[in-house]
């Protein structure tokens, strides 16, 4: 049975380029990065050179860039790092932020911080004008997502992090669904804090990075030895390293042709679920102006009634479709996305949501095979008119 998968947003199969440009670090190259021996200069070459080159495709220092473990260590490092050289007390979030930014920030509020959700639109964003009613001199930081992992919507960060510099506020976003699919531009965002993680387009797991603007005020999250000039300690992973700056190069070098491709199979999927479903499938966030690898749908059955998610998840697993009803950090569990709440869906019609999220390696033959998969599903589980005590 062919699978399909849609669930790149989760993690994304690495590219055989990444992997080729990692395996001499898996090998024969196997020095300690911090090792002064010509085994550790071979491999702290190999670090510097694609710092550099990081840094250059997001338009930053190569003094800037921290390597990490991904995004959730990035997120935790750029808010307490902030949080550790300011004495303000407030913070400024969207309760649609990742849970590797709201999870840290609830335990900045047991601290004794405190943090405030700004209101959103209809599509799940920040509009300038709500974030600069609540900005204040007790603003210690903002931390708000370049694009949403659930959703795809995108924020509009250049405006928002215009009216925090101009406050001398420190702006974090994650831009982990945004880097490697758009443009991500350090000095056209503003930002001075920015997490990302290799997994998400097309590199390894367990790599990521984060960017600190040159002369913000930032405090070392993570202690050890003095690995990342004393700013984050640990032993370098190499091969991870090699492996986020390949994935990240390919994606430059591709972008626009996989944007193009990417886009062309969402609004294929949105536009044949909406053949086959009807008035049965709603779409959130920004399914024309969005992301285009995220799109996000809430299904009902025949009735308008809202159908369980994981029901609808399993049984397109059955079939050999992979998607999901969120993100992928809160698998397993049975609570409704909290992103879906926020929006103002009730639990039932959260619960009913399911993401699909397309890569440069889907085909418009999967795209086919998944509306035609989740209509037959929807069919399967929505009442029969003629089934007893059900009214004709």
């Known amino acids: 049975m062919q699978t399909v998968y849609l669930d790149n947003a989760a993690t994304s199969p690495i590219d055989p380029g990444v992997v080729e440009a990692m395996i001499p670090y898996l090998n024969e190259d196997f020095g300690n990065a911090s090792s002064i021996h010509h085994m550790g200069r071979k491999t702290s070459v190999a670090v510097e050179s694609w710092r550099g080159r990081i840094a250059r495709f997001i338009g930053a220092e190569g003094s800037e860039i921290i390597f990490t473990s991904g995004g959730t260590e990035s997120n935790n490092?750029?808010?307490?790092?902030?949080?550790?050289?300011?004495?303000?007390?407030?913070?400024?979030?969207?309760?649609?932020?990742?849970?590797?930014?709201?999870?840290?920030?609830?335990?900045?509020?047991?601290?004794?911080?405190?943090?405030?959700?700004?209101?959103?639109?209809?599509?799940?964003?920040?509009?300038?004008?709500?974030?600069?009613?609540?900005?204040?001199?007790?603003?210690?930081?903002?931390?708000?997502?370049?694009?949403?992992?659930?959703?795809?919507?995108?924020?509009?960060?250049?405006?928002?992090?215009?009216?925090?510099?101009?406050?001398?506020?420190?702006?974090?976003?994650?831009?982990?669904?945004?880097?490697?699919?758009?443009?991500?531009?350090?000095?056209?965002?503003?930002?001075?804090?920015?997490?990302?993680?290799?997994?998400?387009?097309?590199?390894?797991?367990?790599?990521?990075?984060?960017?600190?603007?040159?002369?913000?005020?930032?405090?070392?999250?993570?202690?050890?030895?003095?690995?990342?000039?004393?700013?984050?300690?640990?032993?370098?992973?190499?091969?991870?390293?090699?492996?986020?700056?390949?994935?990240?190069?390919l994606a430059h070098e591709q972008m626009e042709r996989n944007t193009e491709h990417i886009t062309g199979l969402r609004n294929r999927l949105r536009d044949g679920l909406r053949e086959v479903l009807g008035t049965q499938v709603r779409f959130n966030g920004d399914p024309d102006g969005g992301i285009p690898h995220i799109l996000s749908v809430t299904v009902t059955d025949n009735r308008m009634q809202p159908l369980d998610g994981e029901m609808l998840l399993l049984n397109l697993d059955i079939e050999g479709v992979c998607c999901s009803n969120g993100s992928a950090c809160t698998s397993g569990t049975i609570k409704p996305s909290h992103v879906m709440l926020a929006l103002g869906y009730d639990e039932a019609m959260a619960k009913s949501t399911l993401r699909f999220s397309i890569s440069k390696m889907n085909s418009e033959e999967e795209i086919d095979k998944a509306v035609r998969t989740l209509s037959e599903v929807v069919t399967r589980h929505s009442p029969s008119d003629t089934a007893p005590g059900i009214p004709g």
């Open 77 to 249: 490092a750029a808010i307490f790092g902030a949080l550790g050289q300011n004495s303000r007390k407030q913070i400024i979030t969207a309760r649609t932020e990742h849970n590797a930014v709201l999870y840290p920030l609830e335990q900045a509020a047991r601290m004794g911080y405190e943090v405030i959700y700004a209101e959103l639109d209809k599509k799940g964003l920040v509009q300038p004008r709500v974030l600069e009613k609540l900005l204040g001199k007790d603003t210690a930081l903002v931390s708000l997502m370049h694009v949403n992992n659930e959703t795809g919507a995108i924020n509009p960060i250049p405006e928002l992090t215009a009216l925090c510099r101009s406050r001398g506020i420190p702006f974090h976003c994650d831009t982990v669904q945004a880097i490697g699919k758009i443009p991500v531009d350090v000095e056209e965002l503003g930002v001075d804090f920015l997490s990302m993680s290799a997994h998400k387009f097309h590199g390894p797991k367990g790599s990521g990075a984060l960017y600190v603007r040159s002369g913000t005020p930032w405090t070392p999250w993570m202690h050890g030895g003095s690995q990342e000039r004393g700013r984050r300690g640990g032993t370098l992973n190499v091969a991870g390293i090699v492996g986020l700056g390949k994935a990240l190069e």
